[in-house]
């Protein structure tokens, strides 16, 4: 019963640093909002010359951060080769086999 | 499952669902979408067939060497993509420095390399939706 109430103590005490923590934040969708600063400012002004994309999403995830979009196929490409390893069954393995599962 | 309403409504639309999605990924550039979206909508036509017709009809429409080249090929694609950039005298994956043809914003084969490095991400989703459907299917029955 102490525990609980002791971690009951520490989870309130955390949320409360974390809501003044919270509160601290610039309010949403202000001008003047650090988010708002010269590289936001330069893909809006810029996209449409600089790649020639008018959708400026797909100018930034394919252009400006082309990088980042190759490690993120590669990432797919190591899930899929994850789930293939793990899951792939070999046909004649399961009939011939000495049976290690009882399927 | 092997409702006859099912499959008739699936007949008529996963054609259009199919193209849907390669619609969203040859325009990712222009309108709204992307090549990341019109991969899961091309992937997700092949699992719904699969999925209301059976797994060998799945199988038979999306051959397993045709999964594994786009598998294996999607990521190179990109990478040759990224060597247009190197073979012109620019950094990797350099589309405008690279000195790429634009062309005119809003015409479909515009964007430079953004199209092709599109087609290839969107190919490469799809076909990574598909295997990891049809691997977990497989492995059920």
Same mark, same amino acid.
């Given at each position: 019963?102490?525990k609980?109430?002791?971690?009951?103590?520490i989870?309130?005490?955390?949320?409360?640093?974390?809501l003044?923590?919270?509160a601290?934040?610039?309010?949403?969708?202000?001008?003047?909002?650090?988010?708002?600063?010269?590289?936001s400012?330069?893909?809006?002004?810029?996209?449409?010359?600089?790649?020639?994309?008018?959708? $400026?999403?797909?100018? !930034? +995830? &394919?252009?400006?951060? =082309?990088?980042?979009? $190759?490690?993120e196929? !590669? +990432? &797919?490409?190591?899930? =899929?080769l994850?789930?293939?390893?793990?899951?792939?069954?070999?046909?004649k393995?399961?009939?011939?086999?000495?049976?290690?599962?009882?399927r | 499952?092997?409702?006859?309403?099912?499959?008739?409504?699936?007949?008529?639309?996963?054609?259009?669902?199919?193209?849907?999605?390669?619609?969203?990924?040859?325009?990712?550039?222009?309108?709204?979408?992307?090549?990341f979206?019109?991969?899961i909508?091309?992937g997700l036509?092949?699992?719904a067939f699969s999925?209301?017709?059976?797994?060998?009809?799945?199988r038979?429409?999306?051959?397993?060497?045709?999964?594994?080249w786009?598998e294996?090929?999607?990521?190179?694609?990109?990478?040759?993509?990224?060597?247009?950039?190197i073979?012109?005298?620019?950094?990797?994956?350099?589309?405008?420095?690279?000195?790429?043809?634009?062309?005119?914003?809003?015409?479909?084969?515009?964007?430079?390399?953004?199209?092709?490095?599109?087609?290839?991400?969107?190919?490469?989703?799809?076909?990574?939706?598909?295997?990891?459907?049809?691997?977990?299917?497989?492995?059920?029955?």
């Open positions: 019963m102490i609980k109430l002791l971690i009951l103590l989870v309130l005490a955390t949320a409360y640093v974390g003044f923590a919270i601290e934040l610039p309010p949403y969708g202000m001008p003047d909002n650090p988010v708002h600063n010269q590289v400012e330069r893909y809006i002004n810029g996209a449409l010359e600089e790649t020639g994309a008018m959708n $400026m999403v797909t100018a !930034i +995830v &394919l252009d400006y951060r =082309a990088y980042d979009t $190759m490690f196929t !590669i +990432v &797919l490409f190591t899930a =899929a994850a789930v293939v390893i793990t899951l792939k069954t070999d046909k393995e399961q009939i011939g086999g000495e049976g290690e599962g009882g | 499952m092997r409702d006859f309403i099912l499959k008739r409504v699936a007949a008529m639309i996963l054609p259009f669902v199919c193209v849907y999605g390669f619609y969203v990924i040859f325009h990712g550039h222009i309108s709204a979408g992307g090549s979206a019109g991969g909508i091309v036509s092949y699992i999925t209301i017709y059976g797994i060998e009809k799945g038979a429409k999306m051959p397993e060497k045709v999964l594994t786009t294996s090929f999607g990521t190179l694609w990109y990478g040759i993509m990224g060597m247009v950039g073979f012109k005298g620019a950094p990797f994956l350099a589309n405008k420095l690279a000195g790429v043809d634009l062309g005119l914003p809003g015409a479909l084969f515009s964007g430079g390399i953004i199209f092709y490095i599109g087609l290839g991400v969107g190919i490469r989703v799809a076909s990574t939706m598909i295997t990891i459907f049809f691997s977990l299917m497989e492995d059920e029955s």
